[in-house]
C-alpha cells in the first residue's frame, strides 16, 4: 500500500532564504506526483505535477524534483517570501489510481 | 480517527443520466468542503467550494446546474453530475478541514467516474 511522508511538519525561515521540502512514497509505482499549497480556509492550488516520466518540473521560484528510484521528490523555494507561508502538500497517484496524500508541511516565512 | 469517507470509488454511468459522489466526514464536523476534478495528466482543479447549510461557490468555468453541490449537514457533502457525458469522465475527490484540530486538511480516497 503506498504511503507518503512529508518531512518536516512545520518549517519557519527568515524571508529571502531559499529551502527545501520533502515528499516521500513507498511504491515507486506511479503516474505522476503532484505538489499543492493551502492557504487557511481556502482550497488546495496545484504547483507543479511531475509525470513518472518526468524528473523535474520548473515554475517561477519553484522547482520540483521526483527521483522515483529513491521514493523521493523535494519542492524547492527560491529566494522566499511571506506570501509563501501556507501549507504545502504532496500527492501521488499510484498504480490503484488513487490519490495518496501526505499529511502537508506547513511553511512560515517570517519578514 | 478523522477521516473523509467517499464513494463510490469507481462508477460507470450511462451517457445522459446522472451520478452522485457522496463525502462523509467521520469523528469530524466538516462545515467546509472542497471538491476536485482531474483529468488524466492534468493538475488537480477546485471545482467549488461548499459550506454547511448555504449554496456552493463555483469556480469560473465550472457549471453549477451540472454538478450539483449539497452539503445539508455537518457531515455530509455530496457532488451530482447530471446529464453526464463522456467528457465529464474524471477523477473527483473531495477534502474538508477540520477546524477544531486547526485546520488540518483530510481527503477523500477520490471517485472515478467513466460516462459511457
Known amino acids: 500500500k503506498q504511503e507518503v511522508t512529508q518531512i518536516p511538519a512545520a518549517l519557519s525561515v527568515p524571508e529571502g532564504e531559499n529551502l527545501v521540502l520533502n515528499c516521500s512514497f513507498t511504491?515507486?509505482?506511479?503516474?505522476?506526483l503532484q505538489w499543492f499549497r493551502q492557504d487557511p480556509g481556502k482550497g488546495l492550488t496545484s504547483l507543479l505535477l511531475?509525470?513518472?516520466s518526468q524528473r523535474e518540473q520548473t515554475s517561477g521560484r519553484l522547482n520540483a524534483s521526483l527521483d522515483k528510484s529513491s521514493g523521493r521528490s523535494t519542492l524547492y523555494i527560491a529566494a522566499s517570501q511571506p506570501g509563501d507561508s501556507a501549507t504545502y502538500l504532496c500527492?501521488?497517484?499510484?498504480?490503484?489510481?488513487?490519490?495518496?496524500w501526505g499529511a502537508g508541511t506547513k511553511l512560515i516565512i517570517k519578514p | 480517527g478523522a477521516v473523509v469517507s467517499q464513494h463510490p470509488s469507481r462508477v460507470i454511468c450511462k451517457s445522459g443520466t446522472s451520478v452522485k459522489i457522496e463525502c462523509r466526514s467521520l469523528?469530524?464536523?466538516?462545515?467546509?468542503m472542497f471538491w476536485y476534478r482531474q483529468f488524466p495528466k492534468q493538475s488537480l482543479m477546485l471545482m467549488a467550494t461548499?459550506?454547511?447549510?448555504?449554496?456552493?461557490?463555483?469556480e469560473q468555468g465550472v457549471e453549477k446546474d451540472k454538478f450539483l453541490i449539497n452539503h445539508a449537514s455537518l457531515t455530509l457533502s455530496t457532488l451530482t453530475v447530471t446529464s453526464a457525458h463522456p467528457e465529464d469522465s474524471s477523477f473527483y475527490i473531495c477534502?474538508?478541514?477540520?477546524?477544531?484540530?486547526?485546520?488540518?486538511?483530510?481527503f477523500g480516497e477520490g471517485s472515478w467516474l467513466t460516462v459511457v
Open positions: 511504491d515507486s509505482a506511479i503516474y505522476n
Open positions: 477534502s474538508a478541514p477540520d477546524r477544531v484540530s486547526g485546520n488540518t486538511i483530510y
Open positions: 469523528d469530524f464536523q466538516a462545515t467546509t
Open positions: 511531475i509525470q513518472s
Open positions: 461548499s459550506n454547511e447549510g448555504s449554496k456552493a461557490t463555483y
Open positions: 500527492a501521488a497517484f499510484d498504480s490503484n489510481y488513487q490519490l495518496i
